[in-house]
């Protein structure tokens, strides 16, 4: 498989590092909001890539961190603790607000039948690790102690702008977003390891250290989980684009310079989805969630089919229009497998089976390209073969896609099924009520009369812990 590198900046083969074994690591959410439909996304390409790889044969094992601890409302250091400013928001604290996002954010992925990590590790439990491995940054000579804060020393290592060639001048372009410059740094893009000292002092959540009671910045817990779970090697690791600088940037130099070697071989990295007016971002506070869809009356699998249209290295416009489009195309898709109907007796056309298997290996192969393998599906329906292998080829593409196609072919066939006569039901009804009552008086033979007549009228009886209950044919 070509997958994009950020790293190499080309389209590299995925090859990992130990045969069919793959680690992947995942940057998770900040959970002091909803998630946007932006930031799913994110979690959405992921997914498929997930998938894809397992689809492949590897044995994939994913970690994701979720980040209640540490993320500054600049990536550069500076700001108040998004977690805080949440809390403070809705007069809460930072472990409730921390644990009601986790789980509003777990059950959209859910929705966009979005696969758990997994592992999935919330920051605030691996306080030690972080402090371990900041230890060995100031033994090995990469960071050092400044205004009660531990910082890292971008001095230190070889090249740190690994992601983007930008000239030394640029280098404080990220940093300059945030204004305000810490006098502290040696360097313009050094980043805080450790806090004891900030001007946000009414941090909730502070933890002893060798340095002070204070909390961990927030590119190192990535490191650390990725280590705990993963070891010193990764195989890819993801995240939005947004994420490369500085946070995947700051990620490398300190798990390099930690581990003496190479960390991580591919960089997987999705492209924003925008709006008319720009990135879609929860600081800005004007964002579209999963509910916020589904309140509007789209299913949440549309929006996937939407994100599955494009290819991740794209920037992504979203605006209703587009997605009434992908609705309309996705609810076309679901009628055309309900009317698949294989007949008795039909088999598995293995030819056809693997004509229609290649187009969408093909397509996945060359860099993950979705919007080709969603084609790939359409090609199906003009295969010349029977309808068992049509089926069949969608069901194993749905392993990667999953996009409740063949769920939602089933649902339509049961709306479509014409409803029964309201005597005839009465007339189960009764039927049924009769058996019960042969029974409570052990007169089986009875019983077993009325399931036999009853299925004889093609109704078949199945009895459940709920009760009674029956299939007409
Ligand atoms: P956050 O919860 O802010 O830490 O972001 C979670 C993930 O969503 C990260 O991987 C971000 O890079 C990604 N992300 C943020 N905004 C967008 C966007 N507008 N489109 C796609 N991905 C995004
Ligand atoms: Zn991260």
């Not at 130990?18 to 979690?43: D, E, Q």
């Not at 204004?179 to 933890?207: I, M, P, Q, R, Y």
């Not at 609705?327 to 679901?334: E, F, H, I, P, Q």
């Not at 009325?450 to 299925?455: H, K």
Request: glycine share 6%.
């Amino acid at each position: 498989m070509l997958l994009y590198n950020s790293l190499t900046k080309q389209r590299d083969e995925f090859v990992p590092r130990f045969g069919k074994k793959v680690s992947m690591y995942t940057c998770g959410p900040t959970v002091y909001h909803f998630a946007h439909i932006g930031n799913l996304r994110t979690y959405t390409m992921e997914d498929v890539l997930e998938k894809y790889l397992r689809y492949l044969g590897y044995d994939v094992s994913r970690v994701m961190n979720v980040t209640d601890v540490g993320h500054l409302s600049s990536d550069g250091d500076t700001g108040e603790d998004k977690m805080l400013k949440g809390a403070k928001r809705e007069h809460k604290t930072v472990m409730e607000i921390a644990k009601f996002y986790t789980d509003a954010f777990f059950a959209d992925c859910e929705k966009l039948n979005i696969k758990r990590p997994d592992v999935i590790e919330p920051a605030t439990n691996c306080i030690d690790e972080f402090i371990d491995m900041v230890k060995t940054l100031l033994e090995k000579g990469f960071a050092y102690e400044a205004g009660g804060n531990v910082y890292f020393d971008t001095s230190k290592i070889e090249k740190y702008y690994v992601f983007n060639d930008f000239s030394e001048d640029d280098l404080a372009v990220g940093v300059r977003d945030s204004v305000e410059e810490d006098g502290n740094k040696k360097n313009k893009a050094d980043f805080v390891l450790w806090f004891t000292k900030s001007k946000f002092e009414d941090h909730e959540l502070k933890w002893d250290s060798p340095w002070g009671v204070g909390y961990p910045g927030w590119h190192i817990e990535c490191s650390c989980i990725a280590r705990k779970h993963l070891g010193e090697y990764l195989d890819i690791h993801c995240g939005g684009i947004d994420n490369a600088f500085p946070h995947h940037t700051n990620e490398i130099a300190q798990s390099e310079a930690t581990f003496g070697h190479e960390w991580c071989k591919y960089w997987f990295h999705v492209h924003h989805l925008n709006t008319s007016s720009g990135k879609m971002s929860k600081s800005k506070g004007e964002f579209l969630t999963v509910s916020l869809l589904e309140q509007k009356g789209y299913a949440p699998l549309v929006y996937r089919f939407f994100c599955m249209q494009s290819h991740y290295r794209k920037n992504l416009v979203f605006a209703w229009e587009n997605l009434d489009n992908a609705r309309t195309a996705y609810d076309k898709l679901v009628a055309r497998v309900a009317a698949l109907k294989p007949a008795e007796g039909e088999a598995l056309d293995a030819a056809a089976f693997e004509e229609g298997k290649r187009r969408f290996t093909d397509a996945l192969d060359n860099d993950l390209n979705t919007s080709l393998a969603v084609t790939a599906l359409y090609d199906v329906f003009k295969l010349n073969t029977n309808d068992f292998t049509k089926l069949a080829l969608i069901r194993d593409f749905e392993a990667v896609l999953s996009l409740g196609l063949i769920e939602a072919a089933g649902e339509l066939e049961k709306d479509e099924a014409p409803a029964l006569d309201p005597e005839f039901v009465a007339y189960i009804e009764s039927m049924i009520e009769a058996r019960r009552a042969a029974k409570k008086e052990k007169n089986f033979a009875e019983a077993d009369r009325i399931r036999a007549e009853l299925l004889e009228k093609g109704v078949t009886l199945l009895d459940t812990r709920e009760g009674t209950k029956y299939t007409v044919e």
